[in-house]
Nanobody, 119 residues
Framework: EVQLVESGGGLVQPGGSLRLSCAAS????????MSWVRQAPGKGLEWVSA????????SYADSVKGRFTISRDNAKNTLYLQMNSLKPEDTAVYYCAKASDNGAEYDYWGQGTQITVSS
């Protein structure tokens, strides 16, 4: 059974940092691209960042470029998102998502972790 379990969320002041983790199990983690997607209160899903299976290629939404860093440890089956210089508009539920076999969609999602950026 595929499982994706996020952790590391919480309340942080503007300008602060957090690191999210996503522990993966039930599939060959090192074979799949992974992404972080977020949903702010009252808004739709927003893609945040993606990383290829080997970790050598990453991409970011313009809204987080230069502030967030995606990474993965295939030996630990874990995906990370380092978030720096956090802004109130980063407040959202953050989900990790597994790419499908053809990479065209996400076929599994975690339960999400809440990030609140507020003073």
């Amino acid at each position: 059974e595929v499982q994706l379990v996020e952790s590391g969320g919480g309340l942080v002041q503007p300008g602060g940092s957090l690191r999210l983790s996503c522990a993966a199990s039930g599939f060959t983690f090192s074979s799949y691209a992974m992404s972080w997607v977020r949903q702010a209160p009252g808004k739709g899903l927003e893609w945040v960042s993606a990383i290829n299976s080997g970790g050598g290629s990453t991409s970011y939404a313009d809204s987080v470029k230069g502030r967030f860093t995606i990474s993965r440890d295939n030996a630990k089956n874990t995906l990370y998102l380092q978030m720096n210089s956090l802004k109130p508009e980063d407040t959202a539920v953050y989900y990790c998502a597994k790419a499908s076999d053809n990479g065209a969609e996400y076929d599994y999602w975690g339960q999400g972790t809440q990030i609140t950026v507020s003073s």
